[in-house]
């Protein structure tokens, strides 16, 4: 992190914590309509392709290769569409958790918060009884507007290189 | 081919009924399911087919690598320090073990982990630890990685195929390469890769979507539906279904919406950007060739067994950005029966500007690919297709699928007659004759008893 990291348990530490969880509530929610109003509108989202690397060569994640690379324009579009009566990817919908840990804040120089955390994503649809598990670490970069903090920025890496999921209709 | 094929007496009693099936527009769903029925095609199929390893500007410069799969088995695609471009089994000669840890890079050497033998990028076994005492006076030259019975280029696009006794690769594509050409030719600068390939494991059989990019356009107004409710296509599903079902050769289709003359205010190029359609000319590739780009909308194919191209306006954003041309290329890496593993890359024109290049890479991803809003629906299907594949009733009941549309009587579609390009050629595109060719020359594999599947059409 670049910030000026704050304590676990202090003010702002608390705010975000409590931004994250509201923020998977909704999620876990369905309630995607809901989350936009928490996402500034010069958003960038991004889900970076990961390689298989020597460990000489970092962690393998690509500056420019995505999975997702979204904009708050495309994010609205995703909301829209899954509004429509024909968006069978998720309708029935799968039922998606949001297990957020470990996390991590600090104040930047401009005022904005970074802030870090594990996401557990837990997935499953249909009968399945044996859940899509998704694992990353988020970046994060939230923004006060009007005294509300608004995600700016996510970078989400993920654990993997190829995604075993069905679809990445969800947000992380 | 040296080892005896495998054969099941109940599988090849499926693949002789299944000819007779095709005929009349029907397909046993079992071959979406079954294990056996796998494993032949894995042995007939992939074993002996040329199979898409990847483009060339993925490997541009010397040292240069990627790690394939050809079926289910990894090939390492390098640029050796000679410039040439070869593939490799990636398994050493000692003991089998995997010499290539990367999914790629940039490398002077191989060296197994297990023993430390040293292969150069252009495959040569080139030492080993304490090798006079080990080794000396064994034969190196004999003992270089392995490499497929033939690899060879097209456009950029780099094949392999593991049997000494395929034809060689431009009589293999057949009038599909002309079709190539109609994209990949339209400017002398060529497509490039935009970094490396996406990659995704569904549940479902390769063949699914192999047969839906060789010209599946009907599906676009049901299950893509919500993808006019948001903007991200211009044409309309109706009039989208106007163009070309095209069998270009033994295997190999594809699909073209086409504008019904050239006066047509839709997207032309299939909705390149006016200043770069203004750099597309005849130098590679024919008058007809370009007067059929010049009116396409989207471009579909497969190219048999398992690679697919697709062009087409789109955006990720139809609020704020007009529909671009996006370029696709994937692959449906079989990783069982029930498994695929999709490789999906973006390509650009190399002389596109940078804010082009952006543009097209955004809608592509918010529309091609898994978080994309064509995409996402399309594993939807796939997915209960292998379901049903797999099921005691397709087994026991003998279930058969419907592949008639287009068939004498059945729609509208008619052959045109005075097609100018290679091929088998009907309008408009309700039409799945562009399934059953691929579907047929799947057959020719599967029952060829070790001859090589013919590559032209007869007469």
Redo the contacts between chains.
Sequence with gaps: MTGQAVRIGGELWCEVAEWLYREAELLDGGRERDWLAMVSRDVVYQ?P?R????RA?GS?F?E????????Y??L???V??NE?E?????DPPSRVRHFVTNIRVARLTDGDVEVRSNLLLYRTRGDNTVPQLLAGERHDVLTRVNGALLLRRRVVRLDV?????????MIF | MTAPLPSSERADRLLAEMRDDLARGALPAAIFGDEEIYRLELERIFARAWVYLGHESEIAARGDYVVRRIGEDPFILVRGEDGVVRAFFDACRHRGVQVCRADSGNTSHFRCPYHGWTYSTTGQLVGAPLWRSAFGNMDKASNGLATPAKLASYRGLVFATLDPNAPPLTDYLGGMAWYVDLLFGLNENGLEVIGPPQRFVIDANWKSPAENFAGDDYHLGTLHRSVWAVGAFPVPFKTNMMGYHIQASPGHSLSFSIAPDENDPGPKFFGFPEDLARTFGTKLISPEQLEVARRSRVMVGTIFPNLSILALPLTEDGAHHPPTAIVTLRTWQPRGVGHIEIWNWFLAWRHATPAQKERTYRAGLGTFSMGGSFEMDDTEPWITVSRTGRSTFARVANFKLNYQMGLPGVGVAKRVPDWKGPGICYWPRFEEGVQRNFYRFYLDFMQANGTYPRTRFDG
Excluded: M, P, Y
Aim: no cysteine; net charge negative.
């Design positions: 889900v392709v390689q298989t690397v020597e060569r393998g690509l420019e290769t995505f999975h997702l690379d979204e904009r324009g495309s609205e579009s995703r829209k569409r429509t024909f968006a069978w990817a998720e290189t190829a995604i075993g999921t069905h679809n990445l209709a």
